[in-house]
């Protein structure tokens, strides 16, 4: 990763601030404002989990994925509303039919009093949640997670925040107002493509146009190349999802350069 050195006193005016720092883990690190209130209140961070669930998991066959998210061996999950609170808490996953085990830095209640997680992806990504419950045993006493710190709302035309990437079928839908990539928009299957090219050599009366838009669905519009621009009625078929043949009549052989052939699809 580069670095780059300040030299230099940064004036924020006293109305600026550093946003979305990531939280420290080594000495030399700012510590984002979550952590600050750790250290006040004595909680307990816990490494990220990468998912989160809000309805009930089975524990003992906890299929491939969770919120959406496909799970490979190793990955955390945070329960929060198991239909038994007490098995609430930090899980580790091995696979879909393998029961989850308790993560080993929250595998007790001392361990969990005040413990502090975030989730990485799915429907909580962002957001960060605490256990509020004292002096249990697991497996007998409820845990309860609860929201913890500022959450980012959804941005939408007027609010600041979290956005979301379309799915390329949402894009094709036109049924999101989440972000458009340029992958995305790349390969929307209602995006209109051309392709243009200047024909004629003063001999040939039979072209081949590649146009490599992937697709027999095309139309075809010719045109003089010449001052005029006037529109010509030749004859023209597809020949497969990139080219299309241009003919001309043999008394209309186009002289060099002297014609432009657009493609659109």
């Known amino acids: 990763m580069a670095i780059t050195k300040v030299n230099a006193k940064l004036d924020f005016g006293n109305a600026n601030r550093i946003i979305n720092l990531a939280p420290a883990t080594a000495n030399g690190q700012a510590v984002v404002f979550e952590q600050l209130n750790s250290a006040i209140q004595g909680?307990?961070?816990?490494?990220?989990?990468?998912v989160a669930s809000s309805t009930n998991v089975d524990l003992s066959s906890p299929g491939a994925t969770i919120d959406g998210v496909t799970l490979?061996?190793?990955?955390?999950?945070?329960?929060?509303?198991?239909?038994?609170?007490?098995?609430?808490?930090?899980?580790?996953?091995?696979?879909?039919?393998?029961?989850?085990t308790r993560s080993l830095d929250a595998d007790t209640f001392s361990k969990l009093e005040n413990?502090?997680?975030?989730?990485?992806?799915g429907t909580y990504s962002g957001l960060t949640y605490r256990q509020t419950q004292v002096n249990g045993i697991i497996g007998t006493n409820d845990i309860i997670w609860t929201s913890f710190g500022v959450v980012t709302p959804d941005a939408t035309d007027t609010v600041k925040g979290k956005v979301r990437l379309a799915t390329?079928?949402?894009?094709?839908?036109?049924?999101?107002?989440?972000v458009v990539t340029a992958t995305?928009?790349?390969?929307?299957?209602?995006?209109?493509?051309?392709?243009?090219e200047t024909i004629g050599d003063g001999t040939n009366i039979l072209y081949t146009i590649t146009h490599?838009?992937?697709?027999?669905?095309?139309?075809?519009?010719?045109?003089?190349?010449?001052?005029?621009?006037?529109?010509?009625?030749?004859g023209w078929r597809t020949t497969g999802v990139n080219t299309v043949?241009?003919?001309?009549?043999?008394?209309?052989?186009?002289?060099?350069?002297?014609?432009?052939?657009?493609?659109i699809g």
Do not use: C
């Not at 990955?75 to 580790?92: F, H, K, R, Y």
């Not at 390329?168 to 989440?178: H, I, L, P």
């Open 43 to 50: 909680l307990a961070w816990k490494d990220n989990v990468r």
């Open 212 to 234: 490599n838009l992937n697709t027999e669905d095309v139309s075809v519009t010719i045109r003089s190349a010449l001052t005029t621009k006037d529109m010509t009625l030749v």
């Open 184 to 196: 995305t928009l790349a390969s929307y299957t209602g995006y209109v493509k051309k392709y243009a």
């Open 168 to 178: 390329q079928a949402e894009v094709d839908a036109g049924s999101t107002d989440s």
């Open 115 to 121: 413990a502090v997680v975030i989730i990485d992806e």
């Open 245 to 263: 043949e241009v003919e001309f009549d043999d008394t209309g052989i186009p002289a060099n350069n002297s014609i432009r052939v657009i493609v």
């Open 72 to 100: 490979s061996s190793g990955d955390t999950v945070l329960l929060i509303s198991q239909t038994v609170p007490t098995e609430n808490g930090i899980w580790v996953f091995d696979t879909s039919t393998t029961p989850l």
